[in-house]
């Protein structure tokens, strides 16, 4: 009886947005040296009130189709009440960079996109 009131809803979303890891470089890789592609698999159970759930990015700048470099994941977990209009939870989301310790080409500057925070709230929305 438990497992017939779980509710699994997931998502897969990708798309193109401006910024990509060639930014940060003075050579001329990419035809979409200033965009990046990414894809968000998503997934949410739900039990009455309670829910937890998780995200997964992945950014990666177009080269030549078909070669794409990879240069960020972000991860995120999720977990709370959702009483309707309220929701009250926690979010933990961290980002990485696919090779941490490398230089980009042409710049010795190290990535500096790698982090974490975490999120404590209370969500008030209209339906």
Known sequence: MFFQALILSAALETGLISGGIFNYSDLNVSVWQDKAIYTTLETTVSY??????????????????????????????????????????????????????????????????EGSQDKFFVRIETK
């Open 48 to 113: 009455k009130m309670l829910y937890i759930g998780g995200q997964i990015d992945c950014y990666v700048t177009p080269i030549k189709f078909p070669h794409f470099s990879p240069f960020q994941m972000t991860y995120v977990l999720n977990a709370g009440l959702n009483l309707g209009n309220v929701k009250i939870g926690y979010e933990h989301s961290c980002f990485h960079p696919i090779q941490p310790y490398v230089t980009i080409i042409g710049n010795e500057t190290k990535p500096k996109y």
